[in-house]
Protein backbone atom coordinates (compact mmCIF):
# COMPACT_ATOMS: atom_id res chain seq x y z
CA UNK A 1 0.00 0.00 0.00
CA UNK A 2 1.49 3.60 -0.94
CA UNK A 3 -1.42 6.11 -0.35
CA UNK A 4 -2.92 7.90 1.38
CA UNK A 5 -6.11 6.41 3.49
CA UNK A 6 -9.11 8.00 1.25
CA UNK A 7 -12.05 8.11 3.39
CA UNK A 8 -15.45 6.67 1.67
CA UNK A 9 -18.69 7.65 1.06
CA UNK A 10 -20.33 4.90 -0.79
CA UNK A 11 -23.31 5.38 -2.59
CA UNK A 12 -25.77 2.43 -3.45
CA UNK A 13 -29.27 1.62 -4.49
CA UNK A 14 -29.35 -2.34 -5.04
CA UNK A 15 -27.32 -5.26 -4.77
CA UNK A 16 -23.51 -3.74 -3.90
CA UNK A 17 -21.56 -6.32 -5.74
CA UNK A 18 -19.13 -3.52 -6.83
CA UNK A 19 -19.56 -2.41 -3.06
CA UNK A 20 -18.46 -6.00 -2.18
CA UNK A 21 -15.74 -5.63 -4.43
CA UNK A 22 -14.37 -2.67 -2.81
CA UNK A 23 -14.74 -4.01 0.82
CA UNK A 24 -12.94 -6.97 -0.25
CA UNK A 25 -9.96 -5.10 -1.82
CA UNK A 26 -10.16 -3.06 1.22
CA UNK A 27 -9.95 -6.15 3.47
CA UNK A 28 -7.25 -7.73 1.83
CA UNK A 29 -4.88 -4.38 2.16
CA UNK A 30 -4.81 -4.04 -1.88
CA UNK A 31 -6.52 -0.51 -1.06
CA UNK A 32 -5.74 2.47 0.86
CA UNK A 33 -9.11 3.69 1.67
CA UNK A 34 -11.65 3.40 4.69
CA UNK A 35 -15.57 3.47 3.92
CA UNK A 36 -16.72 6.01 6.38
CA UNK A 37 -20.90 5.57 5.47
CA UNK A 38 -22.57 3.16 2.96
CA UNK A 39 -25.85 5.62 1.92
CA UNK A 40 -28.84 3.78 0.04
CA UNK A 41 -31.70 5.33 -1.41
CA UNK A 42 -33.72 2.57 -1.65
CA UNK A 43 -34.54 0.77 1.48
CA UNK A 44 -33.82 -3.32 2.07
CA UNK A 45 -31.18 -3.55 -0.90
CA UNK A 46 -28.91 -6.11 -0.63
CA UNK A 47 -25.66 -3.78 -0.57
CA UNK A 48 -26.95 -2.33 2.67
CA UNK A 49 -26.66 -6.39 3.98
CA UNK A 50 -23.01 -6.54 2.58
CA UNK A 51 -22.34 -3.29 4.77
CA UNK A 52 -24.11 -4.69 8.08
CA UNK A 53 -21.91 -8.28 7.56
CA UNK A 54 -18.76 -6.42 7.21
CA UNK A 55 -19.51 -4.13 9.95
CA UNK A 56 -19.73 -1.01 8.06
CA UNK A 57 -22.09 1.75 8.97
CA UNK A 58 -25.14 1.93 6.62
CA UNK A 59 -28.10 4.10 6.02
CA UNK A 60 -31.35 4.70 4.17
CA UNK A 61 -31.86 8.24 3.32
CA UNK A 62 -34.70 7.65 1.00
CA UNK A 63 -35.47 10.24 -2.21
CA UNK A 64 -38.92 9.34 -2.00
CA UNK A 65 -39.39 11.51 1.52
CA UNK A 66 -37.95 14.82 -0.14
CA UNK A 67 -40.39 17.25 -2.48
CA UNK A 68 -37.25 18.14 -3.99
CA UNK A 69 -34.00 16.41 -5.67
CA UNK A 70 -31.99 19.06 -4.02
CA UNK A 71 -33.35 18.84 -0.37
CA UNK A 72 -32.79 15.55 -1.11
CA UNK A 73 -28.92 16.33 -2.18
CA UNK A 74 -28.34 18.39 1.01
CA UNK A 75 -29.96 15.74 2.82
CA UNK A 76 -27.10 13.29 1.48
CA UNK A 77 -24.35 16.16 1.92
CA UNK A 78 -24.75 16.55 5.54
CA UNK A 79 -24.71 12.85 5.94
CA UNK A 80 -21.78 12.47 4.05
CA UNK A 81 -19.28 15.52 5.24
CA UNK A 82 -20.55 13.96 9.05
CA UNK A 83 -18.90 11.15 8.36
CA UNK A 84 -15.71 13.09 7.21
CA UNK A 85 -16.10 11.75 3.69
CA UNK A 86 -13.44 12.92 0.77
CA UNK A 87 -14.54 11.28 -2.11
CA UNK A 88 -18.02 9.98 -3.11
CA UNK A 89 -18.23 6.38 -4.79
CA UNK A 90 -20.99 5.88 -6.94
CA UNK A 91 -21.57 2.09 -6.82
CA UNK A 92 -24.59 1.54 -8.75
CA UNK A 93 -26.39 4.81 -7.40
CA UNK A 94 -29.50 5.25 -9.57
CA UNK A 95 -29.84 8.79 -8.78
CA UNK A 96 -29.05 11.77 -10.57
CA UNK A 97 -26.69 14.50 -8.90
CA UNK A 98 -27.62 17.81 -8.45
CA UNK A 99 -25.29 20.75 -8.40
CA UNK A 100 -25.68 21.54 -4.75
CA UNK A 101 -23.89 17.76 -4.37
CA UNK A 102 -21.56 18.44 -7.20
CA UNK A 103 -20.76 22.13 -5.35
CA UNK A 104 -19.93 20.25 -2.40
CA UNK A 105 -17.54 17.12 -3.65
CA UNK A 106 -16.02 18.60 -6.62
CA UNK A 107 -14.33 16.07 -8.68
CA UNK A 108 -14.42 14.32 -5.66
CA UNK A 109 -17.55 11.82 -7.27
CA UNK A 110 -16.49 8.73 -8.78
CA UNK A 111 -19.22 6.72 -10.82
CA UNK A 112 -18.91 3.62 -12.76
CA UNK A 113 -20.72 2.82 -15.94
CA UNK A 114 -21.37 0.01 -17.60
CA UNK A 115 -20.39 0.75 -21.12
CA UNK A 116 -16.84 2.53 -22.83
CA UNK A 117 -18.06 6.11 -22.65
CA UNK A 118 -19.18 7.97 -24.66
CA UNK A 119 -20.63 5.41 -26.19
CA UNK A 120 -23.85 4.04 -24.52
CA UNK A 121 -24.45 6.67 -21.63
CA UNK A 122 -27.94 5.95 -19.90
CA UNK A 123 -29.20 2.94 -19.07
CA UNK A 124 -29.65 -0.55 -20.70
CA UNK A 125 -26.63 -0.72 -22.46
CA UNK A 126 -25.90 -4.30 -22.63
CA UNK A 127 -28.95 -4.57 -24.65
CA UNK A 128 -28.34 -1.56 -27.06
CA UNK A 129 -24.77 -3.26 -27.56
CA UNK A 130 -25.64 -6.37 -28.96
CA UNK A 131 -28.46 -4.94 -30.47
CA UNK A 132 -25.62 -2.59 -32.45
CA UNK A 133 -23.38 -5.23 -33.21
CA UNK A 134 -20.13 -3.87 -31.67
CA UNK A 135 -17.49 -6.10 -31.34
CA UNK A 136 -16.25 -4.93 -27.92
CA UNK A 137 -17.83 -3.08 -25.11
CA UNK A 138 -16.42 -2.51 -21.73
CA UNK A 139 -16.86 -0.29 -18.33
CA UNK A 140 -15.83 3.29 -17.36
CA UNK A 141 -14.90 4.30 -13.72
CA UNK A 142 -14.86 8.71 -14.41
CA UNK A 143 -15.14 11.53 -12.47
CA UNK A 144 -19.03 12.84 -12.42
CA UNK A 145 -20.17 16.52 -13.63
CA UNK A 146 -23.36 17.89 -14.22
CA UNK A 147 -24.11 15.75 -16.90
CA UNK A 148 -25.10 12.21 -17.50
CA UNK A 149 -21.90 10.10 -17.88
CA UNK A 150 -20.24 12.37 -19.10
CA UNK A 151 -17.57 12.95 -16.66
CA UNK A 152 -13.94 12.98 -17.51
CA UNK A 153 -12.80 9.53 -17.48
CA UNK A 154 -10.40 7.63 -15.26
CA UNK A 155 -10.06 4.04 -16.78
CA UNK A 156 -11.71 2.02 -19.02
CA UNK A 157 -11.89 -1.96 -19.11
CA UNK A 158 -12.66 -3.76 -22.81
CA UNK A 159 -14.11 -6.81 -23.30
CA UNK A 160 -15.01 -8.69 -26.62
CA UNK A 161 -18.83 -9.10 -27.66
CA UNK A 162 -19.66 -12.57 -29.31
CA UNK A 163 -22.29 -13.32 -31.74
CA UNK A 164 -23.92 -15.89 -29.53
CA UNK A 165 -23.78 -13.31 -26.16
CA UNK A 166 -27.22 -12.16 -24.91
CA UNK A 167 -27.54 -8.77 -22.74
CA UNK A 168 -27.09 -11.04 -19.29
CA UNK A 169 -23.97 -12.84 -20.45
CA UNK A 170 -22.65 -9.77 -21.54
CA UNK A 171 -23.66 -7.84 -18.58
CA UNK A 172 -21.91 -10.78 -16.00
CA UNK A 173 -18.85 -10.27 -18.73
CA UNK A 174 -18.14 -6.48 -18.46
CA UNK A 175 -19.83 -6.55 -13.96
CA UNK A 176 -16.08 -8.92 -13.53
CA UNK A 177 -13.65 -6.01 -15.02
CA UNK A 178 -16.19 -3.32 -13.19
CA UNK A 179 -14.73 -4.90 -9.77
CA UNK A 180 -11.55 -4.24 -10.62
CA UNK A 181 -11.14 -1.13 -12.39
CA UNK A 182 -13.26 0.74 -9.50
CA UNK A 183 -10.61 -0.23 -7.16
CA UNK A 184 -7.79 0.84 -9.19
CA UNK A 185 -9.09 4.26 -9.60
CA UNK A 186 -9.64 4.76 -5.84
CA UNK A 187 -6.00 3.59 -5.36
CA UNK A 188 -4.96 5.56 -8.35
CA UNK A 189 -6.50 8.74 -6.48
CA UNK A 190 -5.48 7.47 -2.83
CA UNK A 191 -2.24 7.64 -4.20
CA UNK A 192 -1.95 11.28 -5.82
CA UNK A 193 -1.94 9.80 -9.09
CA UNK A 194 -4.34 11.41 -11.01
CA UNK A 195 -4.65 14.91 -12.48
CA UNK A 196 -7.30 16.19 -14.16
CA UNK A 197 -7.08 18.62 -16.86
CA UNK A 198 -9.71 20.19 -18.65
CA UNK A 199 -11.47 16.62 -19.59
CA UNK A 200 -8.81 14.47 -19.50
CA UNK A 201 -7.46 12.85 -16.53
CA UNK A 202 -4.17 12.12 -16.84
CA UNK A 203 -2.29 8.98 -14.90
CA UNK A 204 0.98 9.57 -13.53
CA UNK A 205 4.16 6.53 -13.48
CA UNK A 206 2.63 3.54 -15.18
CA UNK A 207 3.75 1.43 -17.01
CA UNK A 208 2.59 0.89 -20.93
CA UNK A 209 2.59 -1.77 -23.13
CA UNK A 210 3.52 -0.37 -26.81
CA UNK A 211 1.53 -1.10 -29.57
CA UNK A 212 -0.90 -2.77 -27.45
CA UNK A 213 -4.25 -3.77 -29.73
CA UNK A 214 -6.79 -6.51 -29.66
CA UNK A 215 -9.29 -7.47 -32.67
CA UNK A 216 -12.36 -9.58 -32.29
CA UNK A 217 -12.69 -11.46 -33.93
CA UNK A 218 -8.83 -12.48 -33.87
CA UNK A 219 -7.10 -10.68 -36.80
CA UNK A 220 -6.17 -14.58 -38.07
CA UNK A 221 -3.03 -14.52 -40.26
CA UNK A 222 -3.03 -10.19 -39.76
CA UNK A 223 -1.33 -10.64 -36.53
CA UNK A 224 1.97 -7.98 -37.65
C1 LIG B 1 -23.39 -1.86 -12.48
O1 LIG B 1 -23.64 -2.40 -13.73
C2 LIG B 1 -22.85 -0.46 -12.61
O2 LIG B 1 -22.04 -0.32 -13.75
C3 LIG B 1 -24.09 0.36 -12.76
O3 LIG B 1 -25.01 -0.24 -11.89
C4 LIG B 1 -24.67 -1.62 -11.69
C5 LIG B 1 -24.48 -1.80 -10.21
O4 LIG B 1 -24.30 -3.11 -9.82
N1 LIG B 1 -23.79 1.74 -12.49
P1 LIG B 1 -23.98 -3.45 -8.29
O5 LIG B 1 -25.12 -2.85 -7.46
O6 LIG B 1 -22.65 -2.86 -7.93
O7 LIG B 1 -23.99 -4.95 -8.24
Redesign the pocket.
Known sequence: MKGAMVNLGVL?S??????QAIIDNIEAQRLDARIKIVISNVPGVF?LERAKKHGLPAMVISHKEFRKREDFDQKLVEALQTHEVELVIL??YMRLLTPIFLRAFPMRVM????ALLPSFPGTHVWQAEVDYGVKFAG?TVHFVDEGTDTGPIIIQAVVPVYDEDTAENL?ARI?KQ?HKIFSQAIQLYAEGRLEIQGRRVLTKDFSKTPDFFMTNPPAEGFER
Request: aromatic share 0%; hydrophobic share 35%; glycine share 16%.
Open positions: VGSGSNLAAGNIHPCQLE
